[in-house]
């Protein structure tokens, strides 16, 4: 009997698709034929002349997977799906849709992870919530949390209520992004706090700051700001980000490893203080910034951007002021992309340290 698991989430963010890399790696070691969908996507992309959730690009890039890329995202919600759903929305066209591509997806594989979009109750609006879909195709599921106690304990079990009313077993639970300094503490809670009530943890996964720094591709993907240097640099991680808006001797104090700078494009005097620093420090084999940001829309002197360019650092450009861009960077949710290869091992070796595979395999048969 073939295995099926669909892995959901708890709240967005928590690392679903994290964790689905992560179990696709596993499993291929186990099994021959693995299969991936995500029956309903909210991020899509352009690929190959369909529209995509990014997901599937992700798995189906990362993880080897020869299925076609519709097939893998049947749904993807695009801007006014939701309205002209509500308007005039043909339900059992779009359940026709998932259930044809599961057809094709699942023909002669051992196992298939489907991948939900946000919590249980996401997709409710347009009647394919996480819940109907998992029951939609008979499969079981693993609810993904993030770390802590009682916020996710209490996020577990309103997610499961809606599980339940659907006719769907969960299986287990797998607990994300814990704080390594309350590791252990949070383990030992969680698993006796879900045994009370009958859940199953099937792996704690503690926080890794690598997978949650974004890439200078992930800011150009994720913000509208545009990339006017070459395109060098822009896999480069960024961990710290500081704004240039001190005098130029005080700018040196706040250079850390992988900075990005955020500055007004006519700061050029902090702008040659800072590529100073930077090509001083990469002379030590450091390279302490990732990139530059300009804002109010100004440019700085071409020579400049030469100089830049030359030190393979990426400069991008806003035309609004540096606190807006500044807290717009804050708040970009970081996901793997397809070209994150680093990232994606580190999914992979979390969940073969963290999750035990053997035993979610064991309750899916």
């Not at 499993?27 to 299969?35: I, M």
């Not at 993807?76 to 929305?89: L, Q």
């Amino acid at each position: 009997m073939q295995r099926r698991i669909f892995i959901a989430a708890t709240m967005q963010n928590d690392g679903k698709t994290t964790i689905s890399l992560g179990l696709i790696k596993a499993f291929k070691k186990r099994f021959k034929r693995v299969g991936f969908i995500k029956p309903v996507g909210q991020r899509y992309v352009f690929e190959r002349g369909h529209k995509v959730d990014e997901d599937s690009v992700l798995i189906e890039k990362v993880c080897g997977m020869r299925s076609s890329i519709k097939d893998m995202s049947p749904v993807a919600i695009d801007k006014g799906f939701t309205e002209n759903y509500i308007k005039r929305g043909d339900h059992r066209k779009l359940v026709n849709s998932i259930i044809s591509s599961f057809n094709r997806i699942s023909k002669r594989k051992d196992l298939v992870v489907i991948e939900g979009t946000g919590h249980a109750g996401v997709g409710s609006i347009f009647d394919l919530s996480n819940a109907k879909v998992a029951n939609l195709l008979d499969a079981k599921v693993i609810l993904v949390a993030s770390g802590g106690i009682g916020k996710p304990m209490d996020e577990i079990e309103l997610n499961m209520a809606l599980f339940e009313k659907e006719r769907v077993d969960v299986i287990g639970v797998i607990i994300n992004k814990v704080i390594m300094s309350k590791y252990k503490k949070v383990k030992d809670m969680l698993k006796l706090g879900l045994k009370r009530k009958g859940i199953d943890v099937l792996g704690v996964i503690p926080y890794f700051s690598k997978l949650s720094n974004p890439t200078i591709q992930n800011i150009i993907e994720e913000t509208d700001l545009q990339l006017i240097s070459k395109k060098v640099g822009l896999t480069n991680v960024v961990r710290n980000i500081f704004v240039g808006a001190m005098e130029p001797h005080a700018a040196i104090g706040f250079i850390e490893t992988d900075s990005l700078l955020i500055t007004p494009g006519d700061r050029e005097d902090i702008i040659m203080t800072v590529l100073k620093e930077h090509l001083l420090k990469k002379s030590k084999r450091k390279i302490s910034i990732s990139g530059i940001i300009l804002t109010g829309g100004i440019v700085p002197n071409n020579n400049i951007i030469k100089l830049i360019e030359n030190a393979k650092i990426p400069v991008l450009l806003s035309k609004k002021h540096t606190y807006k861009v500044a807290s717009e960077i804050h708040d970009i949710a970081i996901k793997i992309g397809p070209l994150d290869k680093g990232k994606a091992r580190i999914a992979e070796n979390l969940v073969m340290d963290y999750v035990d595979v053997d035993r979610i395999l064991e309750k899916i048969k």
